[in-house]
């Protein structure tokens, strides 16, 4: 039986990366930082067949006992302040967390034992304001936020310690990948969180920032396929995860409230809300993941239009039971 630590294992990735490595018949370990009242909604299903241990990437001595202990052969980090926005008010934290915590989950790799296979989550929003499209994993990067640039540290000391200590080390480069366990901060969750309530007359308006970013959204449940398919090769390498093809949060909107039969969606909306601007957008992100494809037989299954009614139907039943 293998044996993979993941950190953020109660985060979107998290919960539907364990639920794919527990139906290979994986031990699944889930790193878990010391909180009064942890969220453990999104592993609620598989709680009773994983293993928690306590661990903070902030704390290099708890991340080396959790490798330790877990006596893993695989290592997925996950973990990070995710959220985009939130990192122009926490810039320091968002670099502790997501860039040097990857430091420290290599250290600790290094010290335990090299030969642990390590997954890094890297990010579209490195390549931010694009120079090529569609990005691909030679596209140089230009990060529009503190999360972006923590992103490409974490990015490049994956490269650094692959080349430095022979270190089964991989990147996936996923671009936007969302689902019904998205957290309601992100932009997605946010809309179809809002578009199942207005349906059932519990909520008048749905504020946003601009409805013209255009992101490459594909399904998380899809996405975590490839990580685990990253850490199966012969050799380590860095892979672009996307769908290939974008769509304008204004589409995203549009087929929402689709999903609930309101085609007059405008008069429910209210965009370029001050707020809900970033300091630095990011335009238009399309991956390529053609070297996913043609290297580790990985293609996407869920469309835009799929997702979306995913998300909203999940929505719905959330907010019925309420």
């Excluded at 139906?23 to 994983?50: A, H, Q």
């Excluded at 949060?249 to 309101?262: C, D, L, M, N, S």
Aim: with cysteine; charged share 25%; net charge neutral.
């Amino acid at each position: 039986m293998k044996s993979a630590l993941i950190t953020g294992i109660t985060g979107q990735d998290g919960s539907y990366l364990a639920e794919l490595l527990l139906r290979k018949g994986y031990k699944v370990y889930g790193l878990v930082r010391r909180l009064s009242t942890p969220n453990l909604e999104n592993i609620k299903d598989i709680y009773e067949k994983i293993e928690l241990v306590s661990g903070d990437l902030l704390d290099q001595g708890s991340l080396t006992d959790a490798i330790k202990y877990s006596n893993a052969e695989e290592v997925y980090n996950l973990a990070a302040q995710s959220f985009v926005r939130a990192s122009w008010e926490q810039p320091v934290l968002t670099g502790e967390f997501t860039a040097l915590g990857v430091t420290r989950i290599l250290e600790a790799i290094r010290t335990v034992n090299p030969k642990i296979k390590l997954y890094q989550a890297s990010s579209s929003e490195m390549f931010g304001k694009v120079t090529e499209t569609p990005q691909k994993e030679t596209t140089r990067f230009h990060p529009r936020s503190p999360y972006g640039v923590a992103k490409v540290y974490g990015h490049y000391i994956t490269l650094n310690y692959r080349e430095s200590y022979n270190i089964f080390a991989c990147s996936g480069i996923l671009f936007n990948h969302e689902s019904p366990r998205r957290g309601i901060e992100f932009v997605t969750r946010k809309i179809t969180n809002a578009v199942a309530r207005i349906s059932l007359g519990k909520q008048d308006k749905l504020e946003l920032g601009s409805l013209e970013p255009k992101r490459d959204w594909g399904f998380a449940g899809d996405y975590v396929e490839a990580m685990w398919l990253m850490l199966q090769q012969e050799k380590a390498d860095d892979y672009v995860i996307a769908t290939g093809e974008n769509h304008s949060v204004k589409e995203f909107v549009e087929e929402a409230f689709k999903v609930v039969g309101i085609e007059d969606w405008q008069k429910y909306v209210v965009a370029n809300t001050a707020k809900h601007m970033r300091p630095a957008e990011v335009d238009y992100l399309i991956g390529d993941a053609g070297k996913a494809e043609k290297v580790l037989g990985w293609k996407p299954k869920t469309s835009f239009k799929e997702l979306v009614k995913m998300m909203v139907e999940a929505d719905l039943a959330r907010e019925k039971d309420k």
